[in-house]
């Protein structure tokens, strides 16, 4: 199937057509931008990277006053207007891990310093959590301080513990 150009036809015929008529175009094009020249400068200015940074001191667009990088840093945590506080799922609560942290397998297991697989909650935290996953009754933490580094044994016999301390 060809694919459908401006002119109604296939990319190849618009290809040769531009090809074809270079001068014609380029003359239409210095014509547009002469009589379009007030329009086109006011455009080029409110877009014009000319802003400074309030953060990093770097260029950024007129309208905003943070560059991109710093407009991402600004918005982590609290500063996101979809922050949830503490009213987060399991799954909210290991991405704060994974994004305080990193992910785990930079890191060595806490328990037999192999390399580790999985974020582990340590538990201790007085204002711990729980949800309903896949069957499991499942305890966390919005804090990531509470967590800690374990290979995928070692994460399971901790758990096991945690849950069953006497048949350890």
Do not use: F
Not at 13 to 36: D, F, S
């Amino acid at each position: 199937m060809q694919r459908i150009g401006r002119q109604g036809n296939c990319k190849a015929c618009n290809r040769e057509y531009r090809q074809t008529n270079k001068e014609a175009i380029a003359g239409q094009q210095r014509v547009y931008r002469q009589t379009n020249k007030v329009a086109i400068a006011e455009y080029m200015r409110v877009y014009d990277n000319t802003g400074t940074c309030v953060d990093c001191g770097g260029s950024c667009y007129r309208s905003a006053d943070r560059c991109n990088p710093c407009m991402g840093r600004a918005r982590i945590g609290v500063g996101n207007p979809r922050w949830q506080g503490d009213n987060i799922s399991y799954g909210a609560a290991h991405d704060r891990v994974y994004a305080a942290h990193g992910p785990a397998s930079d890191h060595q297991c806490v328990d037999c310093n192999g390399e580790a697989r999985e974020w582990s909650y340590k538990h201790g935290d007085p204002n711990e959590l729980t949800q309903l996953v896949e069957g499991y009754m499942l305890a966390y933490s919005c804090d990531p301080s509470y967590y800690e580094p374990r290979c995928v044994p070692c994460h399971r016999s901790y758990d096991l513990q945690e849950a069953h301390p006497q048949l350890v």
